[in-house]
């Protein structure tokens, strides 16, 4: 059963594009100019509207299909959600749980662990677009920017397996989710903007959502925390991975000097489970070889 129920939202017209500006994540150097999202964070309700409130603007055919399910709610024919038969939550409530997220930074990529259902999620920061034709997933394919402070992520692709809300709304493949989040002292004000045009005649504005730094929580993400019993650690395995990187980084930088962009791509295709195909200019085979090794010594 899904635990909450539509967001009082602010139906408006305004644009979801937005521009760039200031470091974008793509290289260790720029990550560290970024704002410090690292730590546990969870997503708090006081000071601000939650609970019910008034339902978004339907098209036609999907109201009819909310009537419906209220109808058959009210004969005792309640469906499942999704969460009963093992499936995730997926976008955009599972970024709204009152669980733990994580948030880690690499080149290229920001990932997001989120403890409830052992969920997480990719957001690409190299500058790809999306997919013409995506796969479609309960998270969807996510691509960010930044602007200035303010981290910007555009999400298209959902498989339509998931609610919105719980008065039995599924969302059409066409959803458009943009997300930004904004640290400011020990919170992060998250803003959340749907779109669906078989679904919503008017894009909706979720209300802000604040998420709190945990103050002391060094044990990571709870592996308990799983949809039917899927379960993982985190914190054990986030340390594990820096300390690798940084051993294996230290030994390339003493046979190799230069080509940093490229060692970092490697490491984050390792740790990724990724692929890695070199295009570089000829007679750098050696150069090649050299990091292989040495990636398989740190290893």
Same mark, same amino acid.
């Given at each position: @059963?899904?635990?909450?129920?539509?967001?009082?939202?602010? &139906? $408006?017209?305004? !644009?979801? =594009? =937005?521009q760039k500006s200031g470091p974008q994540g793509d290289t260790w150097d720029s990550i560290a100019k970024l704002p410090d999202f690292g730590g546990l964070w969870e997503v708090t309700f006081g000071g601000g509207?939650?609970?019910?409130?008034? !339902? !978004? %603007?339907?098209? /036609?055919?999907y109201a009819a299909k909310v009537q419906a399910f209220q109808a058959a709610s009210q004969r005792g024919e309640i469906e499942d959600g999704p969460a009963a038969n093992?499936? !995730?939550?997926? @976008?955009? %409530?599972i970024m709204t749980q009152p669980y733990p997220i994580e948030i880690l930074f690499t080149p290229g990529k920001v990932t997001i662990l989120i403890e409830a259902y052992a969920q997480w999620r990719q957001i690409f920061t190299d500058g790809r677009e999306h997919p013409e034709d995506p796969d479609l997933t309960f998270n969807g394919? %996510?691509?960010?920017?930044?602007?200035?402070?303010?981290?910007?992520?555009?999400? $298209?692709?959902?498989?339509?397996?998931?609610? &919105?809300?719980n008065q039995g709304m599924r969302h059409s493949d066409k959803m458009h989710i943009?997300?930004?989040?904004?640290?400011?002292?020990?919170?992060?004000?998250?803003? &959340?903007?749907?779109?669906? /045009?078989? $679904?919503l005649v008017e894009p909706l504005v979720m209300p802000t959502r604040i998420l709190r730094r945990q103050a002391g929580a060094g044990g990571g993400l709870i592996p308990e925390r799983g949809n039917c019993e899927t379960s993982f650690e985190t914190e054990a395995a986030a340390t594990q991975i820096r300390e690798v990187a940084e051993k294996v980084k230290a030994n390339i930088g003493q046979v190799i000097v230069g080509k940093q962009d490229v060692i970092d791509l490697v490491l984050v295709a390792l740790f990724s489970e990724g692929h890695i195909l070199f295009e570089d200019v000829p007679g750098i085979e050696e150069v090649h070889g050299l990091l292989y090794q040495e990636v398989a010594k740190g290893t």
């Amino acid at each position: @059963m899904l635990r909450h129920a539509w967001f009082i939202a602010v &139906l $408006v017209a305004a !644009p979801l =594009a =937005a521009q760039k500006s200031g470091p974008q994540g793509d290289t260790w150097d720029s990550i560290a100019k970024l704002p410090d999202f690292g730590g546990l964070w969870e997503v708090t309700f006081g000071g601000g509207p939650r609970g019910a409130g008034e !339902p !978004p %603007s339907f098209t /036609p055919e999907y109201a009819a299909k909310v009537q419906a399910f209220q109808a058959a709610s009210q004969r005792g024919e309640i469906e499942d959600g999704p969460a009963a038969n093992c499936v !995730p939550n997926g @976008m955009p %409530s599972i970024m709204t749980q009152p669980y733990p997220i994580e948030i880690l930074f690499t080149p290229g990529k920001v990932t997001i662990l989120i403890e409830a259902y052992a969920q997480w999620r990719q957001i690409f920061t190299d500058g790809r677009e999306h997919p013409e034709d995506p796969d479609l997933t309960f998270n969807g394919h %996510s691509i960010g920017h930044w602007e200035g402070d303010t981290l910007v992520v555009d999400t $298209v692709g959902f498989t339509t397996d998931t609610f &919105l809300g719980n008065q039995g709304m599924r969302h059409s493949d066409k959803m458009h989710i943009v997300e930004k989040l904004r640290r400011e002292g020990d919170a992060i004000f998250y803003d &959340l903007t749907l779109e669906d /045009p078989e $679904v919503l005649v008017e894009p909706l504005v979720m209300p802000t959502r604040i998420l709190r730094r945990q103050a002391g929580a060094g044990g990571g993400l709870i592996p308990e925390r799983g949809n039917c019993e899927t379960s993982f650690e985190t914190e054990a395995a986030a340390t594990q991975i820096r300390e690798v990187a940084e051993k294996v980084k230290a030994n390339i930088g003493q046979v190799i000097v230069g080509k940093q962009d490229v060692i970092d791509l490697v490491l984050v295709a390792l740790f990724s489970e990724g692929h890695i195909l070199f295009e570089d200019v000829p007679g750098i085979e050696e150069v090649h070889g050299l990091l292989y090794q040495e990636v398989a010594k740190g290893t």
